[in-house]
């Protein structure tokens, strides 16, 4: 086996159109430019500046057969505001698109100004499996930015079209772009959406427009309303009123993910950032391009001028590809993305994704987003945000009822690529009954000192023991040991890993960190356990060596027989960055009595909170006491 080159790694993070046939690709139709029935402040296309007018045309979808092959088309019929073409030429675009077998996903987003009964009928006449997508901001407060040309707020409008859909038996989903309108108020924007029947889905998309200094242009002698307002709301000094910071989209999330799981609406309606989060940290696969490998060479969109490029949030006139023709092949396409220094500089980005702790789970974003942040020095504030939602989801999912375990910084999302049991609900049986009946332990020691089955080095499989177990002294590694007797016998707590570290002579084989791994019984023991653990990593911060850092892990334990996935919580003490093996091993027992020093101060109490800020509007359920 060939060792991996970096542009391999970079390949499994960022692929490229060219890796294989059956992926998927998403064209998004600027049906009408950027030219639309209203004029939201906050309108990224038309700040582009690009014509407008103009209506694509069939035959230019016709021509995406070509350019694709037999690949899965999803097909996004987008704007500006889509229905301005008018119902007969929808009409056609939609008859073409029915007859394109590579086409498996077709949607349409909307404003819902226009949307009748006449459209919702041609919808299901032409192509009854089109999805819906209204964009709305919330409330009516919320949704304060998007006006139309006399300044007048849009809300009822969009309002008419829900519940016209909801009439006709139809569902959509909700696009509601995060603003300071909506920030502290996220249980309350959530439960109005919710309350539209014909609603399903809901994704909450971040409106980082800090850079955004001029209003945008507008034609003719006589300035709009809705440009004079906002024109109004660009004089501060932190960008325009209507943006937010990566931080804050970062606690509005995790506000409404909270929300959503424990309101029980996640029962009939999916939520994003929070379903493809969660997906990702139970290790399944997601269609989401801000969690997945099918980033900006899978996305394509198509202006009425035929301008064709990557991923309309990145920045145009550099995003573009090529100009539509009948001539225009794949090989075009595929050599302007080679070429495109805009693509070239969002790969570059991941490069730093190659030893983020993170990138298995996150994905590497969104790479406009983090193109633009880049660009202002903000690149850091993107992927911090990026983390605490990770981390906050992480301890949500694990226990939803006591959410000021989402505001944790101290614990952090680090799974282990293998991290398995046989069977855990038999094994916690066993622990928490001192008479029930224990098989011999097969224990063998390696050179290093590793105790496992094996007798070998490195990470091998050793027997799942217990306190009561007549082997369990004997099968815990000496340095490590008092770490698990203070935890199992001060703590009560359920260990189903340990490690007291070691150093190897083979440079190919990499050297081991002490840690101990934490099996919580219930979502309630768990988030005391993190909150205790939280507050002694705290405690002993200062005085740590400088050579080893201690981490709080969250991460999840896979067992073999059912298959089901069980939360736990690693103590993890780890060499820093640049230091060397020596000077790690020869202060970790050291660094080990300072942890177990603060683990002796503290223990998983009633009533108490961890050492990390809340939110001003967040008031959390506190997790009680552990047995």
Sequence with gaps: MHPTTPNEQIDHLYRSLETSEADAVSVILKVRGETC?????????????????????????????????????????HGGEPLTAGKDHIAHLLRTLAAMPQVKRLSLQTNGVQLDAEWLDLFDTLYPGLEIGISLDGDPEGNRWRVDYQGKPTYPAAVRALDLLAECGRTCGIITTVTPAVLGRHAEVLDHLAVFKAVTSVSFVPCFDATITRPTAYTGRRRPASRALQQAVLTGLDGPAWAITPDQYAEFVLGVTQHWMTSGLFRRLKLSPAVPTIRRLRGLGVSFCHFSDMKCDHVFTLYPDGRMGSCDELPWPQAQLTVLQPTTGRAEITAAQRNSNLLGQGKDLMRACMTCDYRTTCGGG???TRWRMNLTGQHDAYCDYRMRLIDGTAALLADPEHPGGAWCRTARWRPTPVNRMRDVQAFLTTWDNPTAPRRPAELHTSEFGNINTTGL??????????PAHPQWAAAIEPGVKPLVDHLTSRWHLVTYDSC????????????????????????????????ALCRAANRCAAAMPAAVRLLVARNNLTCETTGRTYPVLDLRLLPTSGTADSAYFAILDAATALLL????????????????PLPADTHPELPQATA
């Design 457 to 466: 080095p490195g990470t091998q499989l050793a027997d799942d023991l217990d």
């Design 597 to 612: 020093g603060a683990l002796e101060a503290d223990a998983p109490n009633e009533g108490t909170c961890c050492a990390c």
């Design 37 to 77: 029935d209203i004029d939201c402040l906050h309108c990224y296309e038309k700040r582009k500046e690009g014509p407008g007018g103009a209506r694509i045309s069939a035959d230019q979808v016709d021509l995406l057969p070509k350019l694709f092959g037999t690949r899965p088309l999803a097909i996004e019929l």
């Design 500 to 531: 007291e570290g070691h150093q190897y002579d083979d440079p190919a084989r990499n050297n081991q960190p002490r840690d101990v791994g934490l099996l919580p019984r219930t979502p309630t023991e768990y988030a005391a356990t993190a909150v």
């Design 366 to 368: 969104c790479i406009a």
